[in-house]
């Protein structure tokens, strides 16, 4: 991702491989935790099929993607942030890694030809249109890529050379993607039966009655649960006891740390005295910088970039008025009003970005600047500059393009620049990020904006609070060990909480943030150790022990015993209850008297399709509405098995629908492919996942 990822939350700026997005979002939490990390290649965050990725390569883009989300959201970063992250670029990795090798083992490629004609043929790549594109037109000037092609050819640089074998890369890797996404969605077809099929489930109705025994109706006092019964459910649904990386069951005891009102009433007190000191303040940005929690820059806001109590009086207090103090997130705020005007909502710009470092200082890079911003002046290519200039790789390949953004999206030396000229201006300015070349392309709308000094004082635990918790957490640790941990835990009045299947880069409990050496610790430890240490977070002191290890794969019986017994017990139940229905049907020759005989009312419901199997007023029971859609009218049904008890059902009669005429048949099929190839992206890339060998170290690092 390219510098400027981080003045701003726009992700066009990144350049993607396409075909990659189709299956990012396909990606889910499912990773495959191999060895135990202390066994791995040192330098190793993980592999696909052998295929490594490098710890330097790999924290390089979680330190970037890190930024954007920090950008994003706003605010400091969290060792939260960061582990959503790390995710993030693993999810990257692997999708990226499975459909390299995927296209590589079915002899996909791009010839030379092929890739002339995205460049310079009648319809080239959407990246060349992209960078190629005259802002002042809006359409595509290929005279512009002619005398850039010209330009590398003769007399370009080897960064210019670099940057362009990059996008050449880029392109090629698109089409490939695409050529991949092609012959996936061309063996997806639909036929005229399956689409009747489908059409008759939407649109087919039933009515029926039924006649429920509740599983809630059998007591579990009533029924003994036996190891033939426990292995029976173990056997059927053997598929859902897979463990698709390494596991732990911790149990823990959390000691709440949070504020106390004393805690609250001491913050606000402290921030009417600063209150005080700000209205009497001279240097009102040195004053916030100073005495702020969470530092904001004393720069021009628009409505809505604040909290909404500041927002709500801020646009409309006088200048020199100090406002609050409001609380807003566990925090106390106040504000001063330094200046007032209006400014447009939104600019459409492009820059080219210098390093100025790398060109020798600031002064050097001004005066490259001002040479740059003359052949701008003078005619020349502002996209064609930027391509071989800017050192922001996200913008570049779109010749500088930064589309159109509000304030608070860059940096504050560049927003004022951008906001303040006018369109038509080519401005020089350095931030922190570089010198850069900014060219006004529009300016949209004229609203207030506020330029103050806000200063936050977040409400923190103080130390008597802290420290009589962490004395209440000292108590438990100092008696506890593998043997007596729940009895102690009861002895001191504590509830004790567990999660059954943490994952190795888990951040949270149970939705309570956990520290990463409490995780690490738990896959080091032995089943039964409790932790050498007392963890803390923000808000907690936490105490745990390893109750049990899963290893990756199929899970054995005992390790699932506790967690199926519910269902084992509905099993068993069932059983019971069918036996019951079944006598209560027999003989009857309609469903009101088998549930006179049971001393039940049966149950009439209409309008019910197939495609959305839920009984009014109970829960989804495919079974039993599957059932319904089998029986000719007028007949009882055998005892059904349901997922909230045992059923019988007897159909009244079907409403069919309209008879699908061509076009309709026509519409269905094409509804219908259409929804079977975003759902065979699932399976593809499910199959993909399932079938390689992914190797997970990230625990070691992170």
Do not use: C
């Not at 004609?117 to 359409?139: R, Y």
């Not at 006598?583 to 088998?594: R, Y």
């Not at 079974?623 to 997922?643: D, E, M, R």
Request: hydrophobic share 40%; aromatic share 8%.
């Amino acid at each position: 991702m390219g510098l400027m990822g981080s003045l701003r939350n726009r992700a066009g700026l990144v350049v993607t491989i396409i075909g990659l997005a189709i299956v990012a979002f396909l990606l889910g939490d499912i990773i495959n935790y191999g060895t135990p990390f202390w066994m791995k290649s040192q330098n190793q965050v993980g592999s696909v099929n052998g295929e490594s990725i490098d710890y330097q390569v790999f924290n390089a883009q979680v330190d970037q993607t890190t930024a954007m989300f920090q950008q994003q959201m706003g605010g400091a970063a969290s060792s939260q942030l960061r582990t959503y992250a790390v995710q993030q670029v693993w999810n990257q990795f692997i999708s990226q890694e499975l459909l390299k090798q995927e296209i590589e083992k079915i002899g996909l490629s791009v010839g030379k030809d092929e890739l002339n004609d995205l460049v310079s043929g009648n319809n080239p790549s959407q990246q060349i249109i992209q960078a190629f594109t005259n802002p002042e037109t809006g359409m595509f000037d290929r005279n512009q890529l002619n005398v850039f092609l010209s330009q590398v050819s003769t007399q370009g640089t080897p960064e210019m050379n670099a940057q362009w074998e990059m996008l050449l890369e880029n392109i090629r890797n698109e089409r490939l993607n695409q050529k991949y996404s092609n012959l996936l969605s061309n063996s997806v077809y639909v036929t005229a039966l399956e689409a009747q099929e489908e059409y008759n489930n939407r649109n087919k109705l039933a009515n029926f009655k039924y006649l429920m025994l509740d599983y809630s109706s059998v007591k579990d006092a009533e029924i003994n649960l036996t190891d033939a019964d426990y292995k029976a459910y173990y056997d059927t649904h053997k598929k859902a006891f897979k463990n698709p990386e390494e596991s732990r069951t911790v149990e823990y005891v959390l000691f709440d740390a949070r504020p106390t009102a004393n805690d609250t009433a001491a913050t606000k007190s402290a921030i009417e005295q600063l209150k005080a000191e700000l209205i009497a303040s001279t240097n009102d940005s040195l004053f916030a910088v100073s005495n702020s929690d969470v530092q904001y820059p004393a720069t021009y806001l628009r409505k809505g970039q604040v909290s909404p109590a500041l927002d709500s009086v801020l646009f409309n207090a006088a200048v020199g008025t100090t406002v609050g103090p409001f609380l807003s997130n566990d925090a106390y705020e106040i504000a001063k009003v330094i200046d007032a005007k209006f400014s447009p909502d939104s600019v459409k710009a492009s820059h080219i970005l210098l390093n100025t470092t790398a060109e020798g200082g600031v002064d050097k890079a001004t005066t490259k600047a001002d040479s740059i911003k003359r052949l701008i002046q003078q005619g020349e290519s502002f996209a064609a500059l930027a391509i071989q200039f800017s050192v922001d790789q996200g913008s570049k390949v779109n010749g500088g393009d930064l589309g159109t953004f509000p304030r608070g999206q860059m940096v504050p030396e560049f927003e004022e620049a951008a906001f303040s000229g006018k369109a038509g201006d080519v401005v020089i300015v350095n931030s922190r990020f570089g010198t850069h070349i900014i060219r006004i392309e529009k300016q949209v709308g004229n609203s207030k904006i506020v330029k103050a000094a806000i200063v936050n004082k977040t409400i923190n635990a103080g130390k008597a609070t802290t420290d009589a918790v962490y004395a209440k957490a000292n108590s438990f640790f100092s008696e506890a060990n593998s043997k007596n941990f729940t009895e102690v835990a009861n002895k001191h009045g504590l509830t004790i909480q567990k999660i059954d299947r943490a994952a190795a880069m888990d951040n949270n409990f149970n939705g309570t943030e956990v520290p990463r050496d409490l995780v690490k610790w738990a896959f080091e430890a032995k089943k039964g150790d409790v932790s050498e240490k007392i963890f803390d977070t923000e808000h907690n002191f936490i105490v745990a022990r390893v109750q049990d290890i899963q290893p990756k794969g199929l899970l054995s019986l005992e390790a699932v015993k506790a967690q199926i017994e519910p269902q084992v017990k509905n099993e068993v139940k069932a059983k019971m209850l069918a036996e019951k229905m079944n006598n209560a049907l027999n003989g009857a020759s309609n469903i009101d008297q088998a549930a006179q005989k049971l001393g039940k009312s049966a149950i009439e419901v209409e309008n019910i399709v197939m495609a959305n199997p839920v009984l009014p007023g109970i829960a989804l029971e495919p079974a039993v509405v599957g059932t319904v859609f089998g029986l000719q009218p007028n007949k009882v049904s055998k005892s059904v098995k349901g997922l909230q008890g045992v059923y019988a059902v007897q159909v009244n009669g079907f409403t069919n629908p309209a008879e699908l005429v061509a076009s309709d048949m026509t519409n269905q099929k094409k509804q219908l492919q259409t929804s079977k190839a975003q759902r065979s992206w699932t399976a593809i890339y499910q199959a993909l996942q399932n079938k390689a060998d992914i190797d997970d170290n990230r625990i070691r690092f992170y």
